[in-house]
């Protein structure tokens, strides 16, 4: 499983970004996509993730009507729209896949710990909001 991600780059707060990861290796119909985000210094964080077979979505609280995942799975590629974006958005973002569903209900687990839920990861992408 390959996994490729890109997209990023530097934008003023309230600005947008769409990144892109698309996977080579798998068909999505059968796995789960996620997106993380690690800023300097501190751990690797669940920011969204997409089941594909389940038409399963979940958010972190922290990007929860700001930020829209979604997929295309003829082109085999995981999007990540993020609207409104704020410095504390500033991270480098990691796709990853893993198979099967995953069914999340609790931000605060989903945030610091599903990292190890996820066996596949892409290289990441830096986003930077800054003015």
């Known amino acids: 499983v390959q996994l490729q991600a890109s997209g990023g780059g530097l934008v003023p707060p309230g600005g947008s970004l769409r990144l892109s990861c698309v996977v080579s290796?798998?068909?999505?119909?059968?796995?789960?996509a996620a997106w993380f985000r690690q800023a300097p210094g501190k751990e690797r964080k669940g920011v969204s993730c997409?089941?594909?077979?389940?038409?399963?979505?979940f958010y972190a609280d922290s990007v929860k009507g700001r930020f829209s995942i979604s997929g295309d799975t003829a082109k085999n590629t995981v999007y990540l729209q993020m609207n409104d974006l704020k410095p504390e958005d500033t991270a480098v973002y990691y796709c990853a896949a893993d198979p099967g569903n995953k069914y999340y209900v609790n931000s605060f687990y989903f945030e610091r710990d599903s990292a190890v839920d996820f066996d596949s990861w892409g290289q990441g992408t830096q986003v930077t909001v800054s003015s």
């Open positions: 290796g798998i068909t999505l119909d059968d796995y789960t």
């Open positions: 997409f089941s594909f077979h389940a038409r399963s979505i």
